[in-house]
C-alpha cells in the first residue's frame, strides 16, 4: 500500500491545525517536501509521487493565505478544501489519461506489465474510487457544516471516504489479475 505514504503530510496537518491552522498548512508543507526529497534521493520517478507534489502545491497555497491572512474565512473550510482539492488531483490525472495510482503501481509491477491496457485499466479504477471517496468526504463535510450536524457525521464521511477506495485498492488488483489470468488460453502440456 504505497499510497499510504502519500497522505502522511495530510494527516500531519489535519492533526497540527487543530492548534492552529497556520502551522498546519506549514507542518502538511514541510512534511510534503522532505517526503519528496527522500524519494527523490532513492530515484523515485516524479509520476510516483503526484499525491505529494499535490500536498505541496496545496499547502503552500494555504500557507501563504493562512499567513498573510490568519483570520481568512478559509481557515473554517480547510477540510473541505483539503479533500476538494484532493478530489481534483485524482480526477485530474484521470483526465490527462495519467491516473496518479499508476506510478505507484510501476513501482510494485514488473515493467514488462506497465503498458499493458489491463494495467492501465485497473489504476483507473483504482484513481476513480479515490476521486470518488475524496469527493464523497468534501461534499460530506461540506453538507455537515451548512447544517451543523453533529462531529460523528464529518468522522462518518472520514471513514467511508477512505475505508472503501483503500479496500478496493487492495481487493481489486488481485481479483483483476485472476480474471485475466482466468481468461489466458491454457499452454498445451508436453
Known sequence: MGYLRGFIPWIVSGVVSSFDWRWGATGGLVTGLLLLLQDRRRGVELDALVLEISAIVYFAVVGAVAVTDPDSVLADHTDVLSFGWLAATAWGTLAIRRPFTLGIARRQT????????????????????????????????AVCGAVDAPAWAGISAHVAGLVGP?????VYPARAQARLLDRAPATAAP
Open 110 to 141: 514488473p515493467r514488462e506489465y506497465w503498458d499493458m491496457p489491463e494495467f492501465i485499466q485497473v489504476n483507473n479504477h483504482i484513481t476513480t474510487a479515490w476521486g470518488a471517496g475524496f469527493t464523497f468526504i468534501a461534499v460530506g463535510l
Open 166 to 170: 483503500a479496500v478496493f485498492t487492495k
